[in-house]
């Protein structure tokens, strides 16, 4: 028997290596869920809005002015009747009264006299005879 | 020379080769014994006169500048038996006239030897690195695990090679006791039964990888069909009174193990902004005497489209008043103005009508684990009365490292499974060699224990030069009858007090009972075979032989886990794992708020009709009917939730390797004795 001694070759569990990394085999039914929520939805209101409104102001006569004139009669002929006529009395100016205050409303050019129109007086006025005085 | 002559011969370790000048004799042999068992070096006893100077002194064998190396021949007659063999240790019996001097056959470089040989037989199947610690395989002993093989140390060139423990590689040595050479001597002849054979290994091991893959799978058509709606939605259109677009998963949120949202988009189909609409208009008139007459209208309309499935509240009036305002002047008094006003309001809840994608990107790294299960019998004779009492093996704890992670370095790196995205190992190319490697170690094993007869027999000198422990020896002996078997020992010896020369032979015979596996080709699970080959689809019944003494079935793919195929394009139904599940989705929604919160507006009893005329508590009807339908769609919010497979979850399959028996050679047949 040799000093030296070769043994047989001998394959110890050490060769291999170790061991995987243990996890649970079994997938948790309640793990990894994918989850999409959120919101916060309000009532939008739609407003609808209407307004309506008139005002006036009125205007009081106080006094006018006018000149007084006749108008005769054209015959078919075109010769004048100066039996028939009809007067007028023609609007030079008038005052009104506004919130108390004296205005002077439209005044007109006097009224021209023609071959069949006749100023009869001119410059007349009248007061409103509604207004208590 | 007359046969039985020895020579002994000290040299230089550069000496290597044998030739006529080593047969000398440097010292007066005495006696000697040259023995070599099976996985040792030769050794060789040798006992010699004490050496002497020319002056008659003793020489010390252990000097500085001895010679430590022999060659020793002893003459067979045929041929000479040689031995070069290394002083070892301190002879012994230094002081008196015979010393003992001990060699061994052993190469000065045997690691280096061992180291290189182990290399060139790293191949598979008998070597498979995978269930290697790499800080084993540069371990030279480990490459003989798949081997039925051993060490051999040539006693004369001291060259390191394998022999297989059943079939020598250089040859049959007859001792067919006929001819004069072939006869054993009459004493010396012995059998005796080591053990039991072995007869069956039950193997298991373990082989993990981390299935690896990354990519996108697109959902958003999944969701959007079976997303609950009011009424038919185009595909990619979800719908919900309380979901918003700002409300889909973004990129990069989390979608379960392993998931994440790679790209999203979701934008609402239907534009719900408030737009207001005001009209005005203003009229005076100035009359002939300066008087003035005005009038006002105004409106502000506030609209919207709203989306289908809408649902609209019924108008309350929040005001609702006139007022004549009179005046008085000289003439009385007379109505100056007049104003009216009116409003109300109409609620919509708008049904969300989203248009989304969501690719979901998944990055996998899932532990696998193959459980390969094999049962390998040896079809060997029974020394037991029954064969149930034969002996088992369990080979356990065969694990593999990570077989998608790299093994080795520059060019020879590679991955073991190739393919990290793959489900099984087991059933690929590779892994069919990792098979075999496992029934290559357990037919190691069945192999090595089917030795069972050791036959010790004392030949002629004249064969002793043959013997060498890579050849088989067969013998015929009238009281043993045949035996073949491996040469497993043998010794040469002097005994100097009688000068007699004795020579024995050990060989080791299996007990198998021969023949030989064949192979079966299956039938094909795809097409005939010819069509492909035999390599690109899966049988069923095949028998694939590892060798002539057994084969394997290679096991089909049959892997234990979900179902993912990496290797092909994912869709949704590939990848759902808990199917989607919509809580309070818009039908839900709608028929909760319709439940408990009143749609109308003009006749909400028990508020008295006058007070909605005149509406002074509308606006606390608003915020009541506002802060219900707050409440109702809080305890009714939609939530859409589904599951994914896991890409981190752990499989474990195992397959159970049909395989054939094993085949041993018939080295002594235990039945006929």
Redesign the interface.
Known sequence: ???????????F?????????A???E?A?D???????????????????????????????VIRHYDKARIYYTRPDGTLDRDQYWEFEVLRS?E????GTT?I??QFAPFQELDNVEIIDRGLSRKNP???S | MPAGLPYFAWVDASETTFTSGHMRWDENVFSFTCEQSE???A?LTVVVKRPRNVSGDPIGLLGPGRKIWCWFALDCGTALFKFRGRL??VPTSIFEELVTL?F?A?PFDVVAQKQALAETLKVLPFYDEV????E?RS?P??V??GYSA??H?DRETHMLTISDELDGEDGLIEFDGASEAGKVLYDGLGLTLTSGPLARVDLTA?Y?WTQQAYGTVELGKYLSKNWPSIYATQPYVIT?????A????KAGA????G?EVGESTAWDLYD?Q?RNIKSESETTVK??????????????????FAPPASLV?G?IV??NDYKT?Y?R???GE?????????????????M?HIQVTLNAAYTAGR?C?ELVSISLVADVQHILTDPEDGEALRLD??????LSETIGEGEAAYVPIGDARRRSYIATARGNQSVEHLIALARAHLLKRSRVVEISFAPKLSRMAEITLRKNAFIIEPRIGEATGKVIGYTLALDGADGRIDCEVRIGCAIGRGGSQVASGGDPTYCEEAYTGADYQQFTARTVLFDTSVGYAPPNADPND?GINFLSTLTAADVI??PLVIENGPVAQRAAILDNVYMGGWSLPPVPFASILFPETAQER?QA??TD??NV?KEH????????K?M?????TPYDIQVTDVKIPTGYDLEVV
């Not at chain 1, 994918?34 to 009081?60: E, H, K, P």
């Not at chain 2, 981190?648 to 474990?652: G, N």
Request: cysteine-free; aromatic content about 10%; charged content about 20%.
């Open positions: 028997m040799g000093f030296e001694v070769v043994v047989r070759p001998a394959v569990p050490n060769i291999r290596p170790p061991a995987a990394r996890l649970s085999i997938d039914p793990k990894g869920i994918a989850s999409i929520s959120g919101g916060n939805s309000q009532l939008v209101d739609l407003t609808y809005t209407m307004s309506s409104s008139w005002s006036r102001s009125r205007m009081v006569e008038i009104f009264l506004e919130n205005k409303g439209q509604d207004l208590q | 996985g040792d070096p050794n070892v240790g001990e061994v052993r269930v290697i610690d790499p084993r371990d002993e480990v003989l695990e051993i060490w140390y373990e993990t919900s009174y309380t979901l918003s700002d409300n889909w998963p989390g979608l379960g193990d998931w719900t408030v009359w002939y005497d300066g008087a003035t007459t005005n009038v006002k209208h105004s409106a502000s309309v506030d609209s919207m509240f108008p929040t005001a305002t005046a002047d000289e003439l007379y109505a100056a103005s007049f104003q009216s006003n009116f409003s109300q309001v109409v609620s919509v809840l708008p969300h532990p684990t704890g065969i694990k593999s490292v990570n979900d794992d808990q608003l009917r506002s339908v707050a769609l919010e939609t939530k859409a939730t589904f599951k994914l896991s981190t979850r752990e499989f474990s």
